[in-house]
């Protein structure tokens, strides 16, 4: 690992963090609208295109809907392109999110997951990435500030690869991680000039190539389309690996491939998920480790493409597996829960399988939670059906 | 004026052939475009005075250059007539369909 000596240390939020990996990603347009807890990226970006030290086209848009869709007319072009939003404002581009993976604009967008009314809430949860987990999206989840910002370049790289051509969401669970300040190093200019190469594609307008684009395809056509975008997808698990590898050899980090077992190897338990509270299920790890307890934890850093074959070399062979997540599909279960059991049900020993949904509209999944749920998955009776879906924290019955 | 080159339809016959999303040169759309006319425009060359009216007048780009006078394009020719009723010298005449080429 060579690393980047010209790095520089820095205090930044987790926005922060994502708008100095946009910033270094010199994307030649950035379209955006603000929306809490999103606005602190935005807000960064538009101050050094105003300050003239980042050179952007900055477009200032009425709305999320526009924001996307700016984007994708400047990736027919065969520009950089970067937007951010979050909770209500993905949602009011929904529309746009399909255009752009259908159109295979490598645009990169950074999420800020938060609640969807009603009732109205600005804190974080991930109902609104996970509602939108088919719109044909690669969507990462980040745990920390250097994560973020080394994952917003990344991303690029990912996107941008001719075997990938799709677009990028990057999901910071909000305030949690997009409004604590860590230590962040910072790469230089030279470093990342270094690893991400501009961005380059034949899928462009041209005046020498004149093209047509985003056609309509009917029922004979529109199918083989939609494989395509299912294999790229599926490509960009093999080609985030190698541009997971080519960062650590460009910087010296590496945050770890599609999923991230912690403890994994003799874990008879294993809590699966997804986001920044895997630092707390890390931490209550460790200290059921230290009384012999043989638990784990999975992290899944990229939900869509689904690491299918990684989480099961992974847990394929624990004894019980639970999922936290911070979002219900209503009437059934987590979205996530429904992923992995899905993976889970193709093994000749089938674990058993809870679903703890906690951290909705903010509310903070503590350790005590944590361990309650390791202590469930310890617990041996079999659930199946309605009962493995746990909502954490909440009194089924009064006591007056 | 040239008349705009339109690219034979070939099908793809396997995944391998459709392009990176919906991104492709121009030319796929239609060869013909024409199929519900029920009255052409014929033209009568000796009385065309290339005033280019019909050109102008043709909502469809179907009336072509020809040297010093005109052609229609009958695969894109919706037969709507405004080219007869723009025409001062009387050398176009809507002809029914089932006399196709027949001059009176």
Not at chain 1, 226 to 255: E, S
Not at chain 1, 256 to 268: I, S
Not at chain 2, 73 to 82: I, T
């Amino acid at each position: 690992m060579t690393g980047d000596p010209a790095a520089q240390p820095k205090f930044l939020s987790g926005n922060e963090a994502v708008a100095w990996g946009a910033r270094l990603a010199r994307p030649h347009v950035i379209a955006a609208y603000p929306i809490t807890p999103q606005t602190t990226v935005i807000e960064r970006l538009a101050d050094w295109v105003a300050e003239g030290s980042l050179a952007s086209e900055f477009l200032h848009v009425e709305s999320e809907h526009s924001a996307l869709s700016a984007c994708m007319g400047a990736s027919a072009l065969g520009a950089r392109t970067f937007t951010a939003t979050s909770s209500q404002g993905l949602l009011y581009m929904a529309e746009c999110l399909t255009y752009a993976s259908g159109g295979r604009f490598p645009i990169v967008m950074m999420n800020a997951n938060r609640a969807l009314a009603l009732p109205w809430n600005i804190y974080g949860d991930q109902q609104d990435s996970l509602a939108l987990v088919s719109s044909g999206w690669i969507q990462l989840y980040i745990e920390d500030a250097q994560e973020a910002l080394d994952l917003t370049l990344q991303a690029f790289a990912i996107a941008e690869h001719p075997e990938v051509l799709t677009p990028v969401m990057l999901n910071l669970d909000g305030f949690v991680l997009t409004h604590t300040y860590e230590p962040v190093a910072v790469p230089s200019q030279e470093a990342v000039d270094a690893f991400l190469a501009p961005f380059e594609t034949p899928n462009k307008m041209s005046l020498t190539h004149p093209v047509n684009m985003g056609f309509t395809a009917g029922p004979a056509h529109y199918t083989e389309f939609k494989v395509q975008q299912h294999r790229a997808m599926k490509n960009a698990l093999k080609v985030a690996a190698d541009v997971g590898r080519d960062f650590a050899r460009h910087f010296g980090r590496d945050h770890g491939g599609a999923v991230v077992p912690y403890l994994c190897e003799d874990a008879e338990v294993v809590l699966v998920t997804l986001g920044s509270v895997a630092g707390t299920v890390r931490e209550v790890v460790d200290e059921l480790r230290s009384r012999g307890q043989a638990v784990g934890m999975l992290k899944l850093r990229i939900l869509r493409p689904f690491p299918e074959r990684h989480l099961l070399q992974a847990i394929g062979r624990c004894k019980s597996v639970g999922v936290l997540e911070k979002d219900v599909s209503f009437g059934y279960q987590g979205a996530v829960f429904s992923d992995v059991a899905a993976a889970l049900s193709g093994q000749g020993s089938k674990p058993m399988l809870r679903n703890f949904v906690a951290g909705l509209g903010g509310r903070d999944i503590s350790r005590d939670d944590v361990r309650a749920m390791f202590a469930m998955l310890q617990s041996a009776c079999d659930q199946t059906g309605e009962s493995r879906l746990h909502f954490v924290g909440v009194e089924e019955s009064t006591h007056a | 004026m040239a008349k705009p080159y339109v690219r034979a339809y070939v099908r793809p016959n396997s995944l391998a052939g459709y392009p990176t999303g919906p991104c492709f040169t121009a030319g796929h759309l239609a060869e013909t475009n024409a199929a519900w006319r029920s009255e052409r425009p014929v033209l009568t060359l000796e009385r065309c005075n290339a005033c280019l009216r019909c050109y102008l007048a043709c909502p469809d780009g179907a009336v072509l250059l020809r040297g010093r006078s005109i052609d229609i394009d009958y695969d894109f020719c919706k037969g709507c007539g405004l080219c007869v009723r723009e025409c001062g010298t009387h050398a176009l005449e809507m002809v029914p369909e089932n006399r196709k080429g027949e001059k009176k």
